[in-house]
T-cell receptor, first 114, second 110 residues
Framework: GAGVSQSPSNKVTEKGKDVELRCDPI?????LYWYRQSLGQGLEFLIY????????KSGLPSDRFSAERTGGSVSTLTIQRTQQEDSAVYLC????????????FGAGSRLTVL | GDSVTQMEGPVTLSEEAFLTINCTYT??????LFWYVQYPGEGLQLLLK?????DKGSNKGFEATYRKETTSFHLEKGSVQVSDSAVYFC?????????FGTGTSLTVIP
């Protein structure tokens, strides 16, 4: 596609529910990143995918968070048993290849946990 | 570990004023440096970048120079416009990892 597409743009859920956030990167971009942006905070790295390599999961804050990338394209970030502190904007970014040093971001998915 | 520290906001300026947003970094290697901008309701987009010491990145009237001796990458613009109102993020890339500052909100008033 023309840009990085994320859905939903807004999600309100109740504490304890599971949520799935989707990212559709730019066609041909092999690297995909997920970040979390909380109010007044910088971007917190969550996970990184590069081609068929094992993902770098070092930023996932707990085992309630997981992500997968199917066919080297679309990625889904899943948060299980959501907590109020999970409320944030979740940003996806892609780039042509690792070390290509230009990230293209989606508009983000705003998650609110009540 | 690697990190980026940038000037806290919010910053409010009158149109045509001079802008500086400070950014310093800590890195173990030789990072590339970036400024990203986030306009209201939009995703982050690359504003400018510099990949080695003494390089100057520039775009849309904004400039930043990669200063290895002071580990800085300050963003400047000589005359801001209302349309420059946004949140600005300083970032560094070290290998496959990107590290972002907390963002500086800029509001330009007519």
């Amino acid at each position: 596609g023309a840009g990085v597409s994320q859905s939903p743009s807004n999600k309100v859920t109740e504490k304890g529910k599971d949520v799935e956030l989707r990212c559709d990167p730019i066609s041909g971009h092999t690297a995909l990143y997920w970040y979390r942006q909380s109010l007044g905070q910088g971007l917190e790295f969550l996970i990184y995918f590069q081609g068929n390599s094992a993902p770098d999961k070092s930023g996932l804050p707990s085992d309630r968070f997981s992500a997968e990338r199917t066919g080297g394209s679309v990625s889904t970030l899943t948060i299980q048993r959501t907590q109020q502190e999970d409320s944030a904007v979740y940003l996806c970014a892609s780039s042509l290849a690792s070390g290509a040093n230009v990230l293209t971001f989606g508009a983000g998915s705003r998650l609110t946990v009540l | 570990g690697d990190s980026v520290t940038q000037m806290e906001g919010p910053v409010t300026l009158s149109e045509e004023a001079f802008l500086t947003i400070n950014c310093t970094y800590t890195a173990t290697g030789y990072p590339s440096l970036f400024w990203y901008v986030q306009y209201p309701g939009e995703g982050l987009q690359l504003l400018l970048k510099a990949t080695k010491a003494d390089d100057k990145g520039s775009n849309k009237g904004f400039e930043a120079t990669y200063r290895k001796e002071t580990t800085s990458f300050h963003l400047e613009k000589g005359s801001v416009q209302v349309s420059d109102s946004a949140v600005y993020f300083c970032a560094l890339q070290d290998g496959n990892q990107f590290y972002f500052g907390t963002g500086t909100s800029l509001t330009v008033i007519p």
